[in-house]
T-cell receptor, first 113, second 117 residues
Framework: AQRVTQPEKLLSVFKGAPVELKCNYSYSGSPELFWYVQYSRQRLQLLLRHISRESIKGFTADLNKGETSFHLKKPFAQEEDSAMYYCALSGPGGDTGGFKTIFGAGTRLFVKA | GAVVSQHPSWVICKSGTSVKIECRSLDFQATTMFWYRQFPKQSLMLMATSNEGSKATYEQGVEKDKFLINHASLTLSTLTVTSAHPEDSSFYIC?????????????FGPGTRLTVL
């Protein structure tokens, strides 16, 4: 079954501290993994994707196929990083066919001054 | 950049009526659009995948006759909630898939808040 698991609903860190948002997935195949971010009162937007292997706003994420994980990391959190973060998986849709993206439950990151 | 709009942004209706929500890709053509539903403090739940010119593909547990999806053009998909009931009250979000560079990217609309009285 396709599934994305984000075990933490809320993560609170101090400004300047490292942050890691966890994401594990279950998928029979080679999915594409994403992190989306939703700032307060804004729409969901793409933060980064595993195939790009890039750093966006200081965030990085490495796909670990052995552990089926795609954790999001930032060495020094900033107050403006406070937002809702969703891990997502895209790929062929299994029983229903086609291509689709499914989301984890989300982790709210709160960066304290 | 690619922009997806939704209309209306919010709607209040009486129980038993039908409500139509539009999703448009403003500056790109989207062969595939997706409809999600989001309950308060919960994640996005995929309802259906809408393909231009063909029938939508619904996720398990989503009633096809209740949530009618039409994707008449490459820039427009509509979701009609038929005979709405209070339990249909939710935040509905659409997204459109666009090809950017070598990879596809999903762009999300701002969402539509439906309240059924």
């Amino acid at each position: 079954a396709q599934r994305v698991t984000q075990p933490e609903k809320l993560l609170s860190v101090f400004k300047g501290a490292p942050v890691e948002l966890k994401c594990n997935y279950s998928y029979s195949g080679s999915p594409e993994l994403f992190w989306y971010v939703q700032y307060s009162r804004q729409r969901l937007q793409l933060l980064l994707r595993h195939i790009s292997r890039e750093s966006i706003k200081g965030f990085t994420a490495d796909l670990n196929k052995g552990e089926t994980s795609f954790h999001l990391k930032k060495p020094f959190a900033q107050e403006e990083d406070s937002a809702m973060y969703y891990c997502a998986l895209s790929g062929p849709g299994g029983d229903t066919g086609g291509f689709k993206t499914i989301f984890g439950a989300g982790t709210r990151l709160f960066v304290k001054a | 950049g690619a922009v997806v709009s939704q209309h209306p942004s919010w709607v209040i209706c009486k129980s038993g009526t039908s409500v139509k929500i539009e999703c448009r890709s403003l500056d790109f053509q989207a062969t595939t659009m997706f409809w999600y539903r989001q309950f308060p403090k919960q994640s996005l739940m995929l309802m259906a995948t809408s393909n231009e010119g063909s029938k939508a593909t619904y996720e398990q547990g989503v009633e096809k006759d209740k949530f009618l999806i039409n994707h008449a053009s490459l820039t427009l998909s509509t979701l009609t909630v038929t005979s709405a009931h209070p339990e249909d009250s939710s935040f509905y979000i659409c997204s459109a898939r666009a090809q950017t560079g070598v990879a596809d990217t999903q762009y999300f609309g701002p969402g539509t808040r439906l309240t059924v009285l």
